[in-house]
């Protein structure tokens, strides 16, 4: 009895010393659903892991972070890593900004401690790793295709230093890579609960890969202990965004729940976690939409942020009490009304022009819609195999009538197999305005073996990125720099707000030799072979013979008639004869065929004697 109740003890403060911190970690998971004005449904999912000391020693036990991660960036010297991969791409005019912003296909980006010196070689090491980590792509990522950045991906950790030096960072996209289930699972595995218990049990494969945008995010930093930032804790943020399409997802309404976007319901709170919350933003209630929302949230909450007032619907997942599944669903009223949608302060597309497989141009459109001025970073990655013209590249605003001066720039012109083209500038953008970025470039003839497999596909160009802070917080739902959960973003009112937009990919057909060449010649060839090798042979291995004139074959009509002509005269002398004899008339074609034969015979054994 003592002994039980001594067990139980141990369990039970083991188990509070697990929850309370004896490690110093937490965990907290957050999902943040937000109906957009284009109808479509954006979930946000974000697992963040704080890990205290994490930084500092480089052996010790892991116990909510994922110990394969911080391994690797213990391994490799690793400040911040940012990796995301996406399906689709992010439509800014009508969905706003996310949270965490991603370009289609792969992205990594990190930041090396201060005094690495191999930084390629580690920089490779790292995306290997990833790869496997990840089951992606990764490992096609090499130095070769990485720049340093100069003005873009600023470190967004707190460091001691505030020394950026920019040979430390590295930067990759793989526009290409595709994102599916291999991908998810190993993301699910990272995080403290698995997909066993709490919102990580949502990420179903099959609802998230059928989503209009899905993306997948990994991101490491160092981030402040406390408010006077003497001490950091490692952070990891792993994040899902999800864009739905109600009207895809089938039946004609409006109506989402849970079990519609994800396929299930939700069971309970991960119990390794700080918090579990679920954030509905009801501003758009009212206006544009008008739901209800069952069953009821815990509590509703105004966050002030910038001059923009918001209202989440807040359900405290650890609070409440889940008897059998948990979801989430809003009921409209009235009828569907779709309504004007205003865009976002600034956005942009992106496009290819020119005809023709020799020269062409890209061009950059950036959408300013604030009153004021506005400035904005731009960073370009274009591949060696697209050799640009610095001297073509033009920037003007408002239709070509104003022409616009960067005050930074830095262009460094690529080299064929070894290292791409990055342009990077600063410019400021004139009060609503559309800014235009063209630059010219030639289409390249690459080498034979440098084609992918299916060569006519087209080649990828990896998306420009845009970086900016905005004036104010309409249609922002961005984490501020110095809070780590959604929940930070509440009432965080800032005098900027950092934002970075990715453009579209771009896919350009490089001139492609006919790859079908090589095999229209060997059909061609064996074409002729075949028809050639008929009648060599016959003409080679048959002999000519003498034919006896009396015995002359005719034609195949003729012998035909002959046949049937003694045929008939033979039924209609049986006919005549009263007992006729049948086995003769059988036998009489029998009897030629026997006597084929043994012509045959006797060629083929003419044949063989002479050969040997
Ligand atoms: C941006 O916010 C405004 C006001 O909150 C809203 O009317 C508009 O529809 C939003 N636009 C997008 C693209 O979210
Ligand atoms: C930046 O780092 C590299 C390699 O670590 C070093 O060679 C270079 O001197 C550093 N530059 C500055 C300005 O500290
Ligand atoms: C939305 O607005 C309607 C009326 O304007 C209100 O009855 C309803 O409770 C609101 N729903 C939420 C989730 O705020
Ligand atoms: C945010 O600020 C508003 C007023 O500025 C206040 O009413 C609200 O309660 C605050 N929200 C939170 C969660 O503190």
């Known amino acids: 009895m003592i002994v039980w109740a001594v067990f139980t003890l141990i369990l039970s403060s083991v188990s509070a010393l697990g929850q309370s911190g004896l490690y110093g970690d937490e965990f907290h998971e957050e999902l943040v659903l937000k109906q957009l004005p284009s109808g479509h449904v954006y979930s946000y999912f974000q697992f963040t892991t704080l890990w205290e000391n994490g930084g500092d020693q480089p052996n010790h036990h892991c116990h909510l972070f994922p110990q394969s991660l911080s391994e690797v960036l213990h391994l490799y010297n690793v400040d911040e890593m940012h990796l995301s991969l996406t399906g689709g791409l992010w439509r800014h005019e009508n969905w706003g900004y996310p ?20 930084v390629d070689k580690k920089w490779t090491l790292l995306s290997n790793a990833l790869s496997g980590l990840f089951c992606a792509s990764l490992n096609f990522i090499n130095p070769q295709q990485s720049p340093s950045p100069k003005y873009s991906f600023a470190p967004l950790g707190a460091y001691g230093s505030a020394s950026q030096n920019r040979s430390l960072l590295r930067y990759s996209t793989l526009p290409r890579e595709i ?9 699910k595995k990272l995080l403290p609960c698995d997909s066993k218990k709490g919102l990580s049990s949502l990420l179903n494969a099959g609802n998230i890969h059928n989503a209009n945008y ?11 202990k406390d408010e006077n930032c003497h001490e950091t804790v490692l952070e990891l943020k792993q994040t899902v965004s999800l864009v739905y399409d ?3 997802l089938g039946q004609e309404s409006r109506d989402w729940s849970f079990r519609k976007l994800f396929g299930v319901g939700l069971a309970g709170p991960c119990p390794l976690a700080k918090s579990s919350k679920i954030y509905v933003d009801c501003s758009t209630n009212a206006t544009t939409f008008d739901y209800n929302l069952s069953p009821d949230p815990t509590e509703f909450i105004n966050s002030n942020r910038g001059g923009y007032n918001t209202v989440f619907a807040v359900y405290d997942i650890k609070k409440t009490h889940i008897i059998n599944m948990f979801s ?3 009921t409209h009223k009235g009828p569907r009304v779709q309504s004007i949608i205003s865009p976002p302060v600034i956005h942009a597309t992106r496009y290819i022009v020119g005809y023709g497989q020799e020269h062409g141009g890209i061009v950059t459109k950036i959408h300013n819609n604030h009153w004021k001025e506005i400035d904005i970073t731009l960073f370009e ?3 060696w195999f697209l050799p640009t013209y610095y001297h073509t590249l033009k920037i003007t605003a408002n239709g070509g009538k104003q022409v616009l001066k960067p005050y930074a720039k830095h262009y460094l012109p690529g ?3 070894s290292r791409p083209y990055t342009l990077e500038f600063l410019v400021t953008l004139p009060p609503r305005s559309v800014t235009e970025i063209y630059l010219e470039f030639d289409y390249s003839f690459l080498k034979w073996q440098e084609y992918p497999p299916d060569a006519n596909h087209g080649f990828y160009v990896g998306a420009a990125a845009i970086t900016t802070l905005l004036p104010h917080t309409k249609n922002y739902t961005g984490v501020p720099i110095d809070g780590s959960t959604f929940s930070s973003s509440i009432n965080a009112s800032r005098d900027t707000y950092p934002v970075t937009l990715h453009t579209e990919i771009l896919l350009v057909t490089l001139p492609t030799p006919d790859f079908s060449m090589p095999y229209n010649v060997i059909c061609l060839a064996c074409t002729v072979v075949a028809l050639a090798f008929g009648p060599l042979h016959n003409h080679t291995t048959k002999r000519l013979q003498m034919l006896d004139p009396s015995e002359e074959t005719k034609g195949v009509i003729a012998n035909l008639r002959q046949r049937l002509n003694s045929f008939l005269t033979q039924s209609t002398k049986a006919k005549e004869q009263s007992s006729p004899a049948p086995s003769e008339v059988i036998k ?3 009897k030629e065929e026997a006597a084929c034969g043994s012509k045959v015979t006797s060629r083929k054994k003419d044949r063989a004697a002479k050969s040997s």
Not at 99 to 118: I, M, N, Q, R, Y
Not at 214 to 224: A, E, K, M
Request: aromatic residues 8%.
């Open 381 to 383: 990655n274009i591949p």
């Open 328 to 330: 989430v669903s809003a």
């Open 246 to 248: 109600l009207i895809i």
């Open 415 to 417: 080299r064929d197999r």
């Open 99 to 118: 949270v965490v912003s991603a370009p289609p296909g792969a992205e990594l980006w990190a930041w090396f401690k201060e005094g690495t010196h191999d």
């Open 214 to 224: 899905h993306s997948l995010g990994i991101h490491v930093r160092p981030q402040c």
């Open 588 to 590: 009489s074609p029998q």
């Open 179 to 187: 994102v599916c289930t291999e991908n998810l699972t190993p993301f």
